[in-house]
Each structure stands twice: as structure tokens, then as C-alpha cells.
């Protein structure tokens, strides 16, 4: 019997077309309440990015991929920074390659080095303020760093984490930037501090997702449902592929399953 259900948001929750939920998706979180089932969002994004969607009434916030974990009623219990010797690096390595774009992200903020136009239309993209520029050598606690987004292509993504983070570990939903989280970080650890809040079970879990930081939130859930916009590895390794989130791809799923 499934209790908990963890739910991906940019391209399974919300929509890149509309910036939206379906109604079809809320009107299933509605159902999922009735029937006492625990819902959360397991997100590479911010615990602060995620106003928008709340008044689905999670259960809780998985953010940073696995490394902030907040319950319903705020409380934090689990938190993981990006070890101190990688963000040196990064910082040492930015000075000779001015092209390098990234940005940080704390507890309390985001923020980035230097703005490109690529960079601008991917916060469009997906429907976020573009943060504001910040002097990282300047008046900023680099020990508050909970995850970096580093804006290099997949091809540069080996060669730059061995050589630069190699304390850290790269995944991405995307080709324009890669999340990076403390070594061995990912949604598998969120999900399992949840399973022990909660006192639930792996084989009481479902999660869906769509991007390449979703994997192994998949492949750890009993059931791991791939939405039918999913990119191609993560439709292999998904026990099921659903219909798009415009689709009404969670709903669907969700029918299939008999969950509502």
C-alpha cells in the first residue's frame, strides 16, 4: 500500500509550457489528502523557490537534491553543505576562466557571479527571478553553500568535477547547467530521512520525476514513474512511463496504479 509520494517539479509538477500545475495534478493531490497519503517535493530548487506550489499542502520539502529536507510545519532535519575545499576551488578555478558562470546557493539565498544571456532565458524558462549578482570574495559565508549550479555543457562535466569539485557530484535535468551537491548527496537521501520521520516503509513509496537528479529518487521508490516528457535515461530506468505533465501524465499514473 502506497503512503508516501514524492513528486519532481519542473516538467512533472509544473508544466515548462504553462508554468502551471494541471488541474488534473490538483485535483489528484486532493485525493491523495483524503486517503491520508503523504505527498512531497523532492526538487534540485530552493526551499525559497517553492511559494508557488505550497498550497498543495506538502507534507514536506525535500531541496538542494537530499541535502535540506523541511517538514509541513518548517522544521529542518536534515541539512548538508558543499565541503569548503570545493568552493575554494571553484572560486580559484573561476579567476582563470572568466566565462565560468555559476551560482550559490544557501539556506538563505541565491545568488550568481555574472549574468550571460543564456543564463537569463533559463530562469525564464523556468518562471524564476534571475538572482542577483554577487562578489563571492566579499562579505559571503562560502561555508553556507549548500549546492552550486555550474553552467558548463555535459561534454566539459567529468573533466571539470575531477579536477575542480572532486569532493562533489554532478547531476542535472538540463544541458545548460549541472547541480552540484556534496559527494554521495542526491533525492535517494531525502527521501530515506522522510521514510525514518515518518516511520513508512520503501515499499509504501511512489515518485515521479522527468530529469537526470530524478534517477535515482526512481530507482529507489518502489514504484518510480517516468512522466512521458522524461528525458531518455530516465525513462529506462523508470518501473513505468506516464503521459506528459500537459498530458494530465500524473493523474493518469496515479489511475493506473489505483493509488486514487
Not at 503523504?38 to 537534491?65: A, C, E, M, P, W
Not at 533525492?187 to 522527468?210: A, P, R, W, Y
Request: proline share 4%.
Amino acid at each position: 500500500m502506497i503512503k508516501a509520494i514524492f513528486f519532481d517539479i519542473d516538467g512533472t509538477l509544473l508544466s515548462f509550457k504553462t508554468h502551471q500545475v494541471p488541474e488534473s495534478t490538483q485535483q489528484a493531490f486532493q485525493l491523495l489528502k483524503e486517503k491520508n497519503i503523504k505527498v512531497f517535493v523532492s526538487t534540485g530548487r530552493s526551499y525559497n523557490q517553492l511559494g508557488h506550489i505550497r498550497y498543495l499542502d506538502f507534507d514536506g520539502y525535500i531541496t538542494f537534491n537530499g541535502g535540506y529536507c523541511v517538514t509541513k510545519e518548517q522544521e529542518v532535519i536534515y541539512k548538508n553543505n558543499i565541503p569548503q575545499k570545493d568552493i575554494r576551488s571553484l572560486l580559484d578555478y573561476a579567476k582563470k576562466r572568466e566565462d565560468l558562470t555559476f551560482s550559490f546557493m544557501s539556506e538563505k539565498e541565491i545568488s550568481l557571479n555574472q549574468v550571460t544571456p543564456e543564463v537569463q532565458r533559463m530562469y525564464e524558462q523556468v518562471n524564476v527571478p534571475t538572482p542577483p549578482i554577487r562578489d563571492y570574495e566579499k562579505d559571503f559565508d562560502l561555508d553556507s553553500v549548500m549546492q552550486v549550479n555550474v553552467f558548463i555543457n555535459p561534454k566539459e562535466e567529468a573533466e571539470f568535477m575531477e579536477n575542480v569539485m572532486p569532493n562533489s557530484v554532478a547531476s542535472r535535468w538540463t544541458p545548460i547547467f549541472a547541480d552540484v551537491n556534496p559527494m554521495g548527496q542526491s533525492k535517494k537521501i531525502g527521501i530515506d530521512v522522510f521514510l525514518d520521520h515518518f516511520n513508512f516503509t520503501l515499499e509504501e513509496t511512489m515518485s515521479f520525476g522527468d530529469g537526470g537528479n530524478d534517477i535515482t529518487m526512481l530507482a529507489h521508490t518502489h514504484i518510480g514513474i517516468a512522466m512521458g516528457n522524461a528525458n531518455p535515461e530516465v525513462k529506462e530506468i523508470a518501473d513505468y512511463i506516464t503521459d506528459s505533465v500537459d498530458e494530465n501524465g500524473i493523474w493518469n499514473a496515479l489511475k493506473h496504479f489505483n493509488i486514487i
